[in-house]
């Protein structure tokens, strides 16, 4: 055996933990949650039949599982807008010459820091006793009432929280990309008259396109799999009407599929539900990476 057989191998033998963890934990469940799906399993014991099918067709039929997917698409719409608005508009703050600038990274990073659970319990108490309390006294009858009771304002809540925790960790990334811009650059364009926005529009947004491409495909999927702020916070909550059946408001489709599989005890449709949603969640994820990367090479 060569010197470069044997670093291959050694190669090899220090990523094999990995693999048959990767293999064990993800591929090998994945491979037989499609084939659960097909099948009328309920969690326990054998399988008694193939149903083919008709697992898929029930869940398209379902209103509570099609009114879900429709409020997933929302909250990641906003929540995407929201998120990388302010990471980058607080980003720009922390990479300029204001004093302090390095706690104010700190600052904003550390609710990153916070549990989804812990994080979504603190907000209900706020949403549910501190602002109703402040609407009573100062006579506003927008925040005299639960904001996340409320079915058309519980979105809202569900984005401001996320944004809330998320912002700091986009922000990151954002000044890691800023950082990399070449100070000359920036000080030719003042130099030249550029004033400040147009720099940034002109300058620093195309060559921050990588940067983009990370923050807005982190974004995305962190949007789709929202799960522990939802229990946490709403609990799909409050009820709502949705193709004349009641549905859980803001029910997004992590939590659709729990429910669906431990909760009504139904794991072959919550099986077959998440492998709708590991599609879309994967036809989005390429469409929005393979359009950010063409925005790359025109920059």
Same mark, same amino acid.
Request: hydrophobic share 50%.
């Given at each position: 055996?060569?010197?470069?057989?044997?670093?291959?191998?050694?190669?090899?033998?220090?990523?094999?933990?990995?693999?048959?963890?990767?293999?064990?934990?993800?591929?090998?469940?994945?491979?037989?949650?499609?084939?659960?799906?097909?099948?009328?399993?309920?969690?326990?014991?054998?399988?008694?039949?193939?149903?083919?099918?008709?697992?898929?067709?029930?869940?398209?039929?379902?209103?509570?599982?099609?009114?879900?997917?429709?409020?997933?698409?929302?909250?990641?719409?906003?929540?995407?807008?929201?998120?990388?608005? $302010?990471? *980058?508009?607080?980003?720009?703050?922390?990479?300029?010459?204001?004093?302090?600038?390095?706690? %104010?990274? !700190?600052?904003?990073?550390?609710?990153?820091?916070?549990?989804?659970?812990?994080?979504?319990?603190?907000?209900?108490?706020?949403?549910?006793?501190?602002?109703?309390?402040?609407?009573?006294?100062?006579?506003?009858?927008?925040?005299?009432?639960?904001?996340?009771?409320?079915?058309?304002?519980?979105?809202?809540?569900?984005?401001? $929280?996320?944004?809330?925790?998320?912002?700091?960790?986009?922000?990151?990334?954002? =000044?890691?990309?800023?950082?990399?811009?070449?100070?000359?650059?920036?000080? /030719?364009?003042?130099?030249?008259?550029?004033?400040?926005?147009?720099?940034?529009?002109?300058?620093?947004?195309?060559?921050?396109?990588?940067?983009?491409?990370?923050?807005?495909?982190?974004?995305?999927?962190?949007?789709?799999?929202? %799960?522990?702020?939802?229990?946490?916070?709403?609990?799909?909550?409050?009820?709502?009407?949705?193709?004349?059946?009641?549905?859980?408001?803001?029910?997004?489709? /992590?939590?659709?599929? %729990?429910?669906?599989?431990?909760?009504?005890?139904?794991? !072959?449709?919550?099986? /077959?539900?998440? =492998?709708? *949603?590991?599609?879309?969640?994967?036809?989005?994820?390429?469409?929005?990476?393979?359009?950010?990367?063409?925005?790359?090479?025109?920059?």
């Amino acid at each position: 055996m060569t010197s470069r057989q044997k670093r291959k191998l050694t190669e090899f033998l220090f990523l094999l933990p990995t693999l048959i963890a990767f293999l064990m934990v993800i591929i090998i469940p994945f491979i037989f949650g499609i084939y659960y799906s097909f099948t009328d399993w309920q969690g326990t014991g054998a399988v008694s039949q193939n149903v083919g099918f008709a697992n898929y067709k029930a869940i398209f039929q379902e209103p509570g599982f099609l009114h879900s997917f429709l409020v997933t698409l929302l909250f990641t719409v906003l929540n995407i807008i929201t998120v990388n608005v $302010v990471a *980058f508009i607080i980003s720009l703050l922390v990479t300029s010459e204001i004093r302090g600038r390095n706690v %104010y990274r !700190a600052g904003f990073f550390v609710p990153n820091l916070i549990g989804g659970i812990v994080l979504g319990l603190v907000w209900q108490f706020i949403f549910s006793n501190i602002l109703p309390s402040i609407g009573q006294t100062l006579g506003l009858p927008t925040l005299s009432k639960s904001l996340i009771s409320n079915k058309d304002t519980v979105m809202i809540t569900m984005v401001t $929280v996320n944004t809330w925790q998320y912002a700091g960790y986009i922000m990151l990334i954002y =000044v890691a990309s800023i950082q990399g811009i070449s100070k000359s650059v920036m000080e /030719a364009a003042e130099v030249d008259g550029a004033r400040y926005w147009t720099r940034v529009r002109k300058i620093q947004i195309p060559l921050m396109a990588n940067a983009f491409t990370i923050s807005l495909f982190l974004t995305l999927t962190n949007s789709f799999k929202m %799960y522990d702020v939802n229990v946490a916070l709403t609990n799909g909550g409050p009820v709502s009407i949705f193709m004349m059946k009641p549905v859980q408001a803001s029910e997004l489709l /992590a939590l659709n599929i %729990y429910n669906t599989a431990f909760k009504y005890n139904n794991m !072959a449709q919550g099986q /077959a539900k998440a =492998v709708v *949603f590991f599609v879309v969640l994967t036809i989005f994820s390429v469409i929005q990476v393979t359009w950010n990367k063409s925005k790359e090479v025109e920059a």
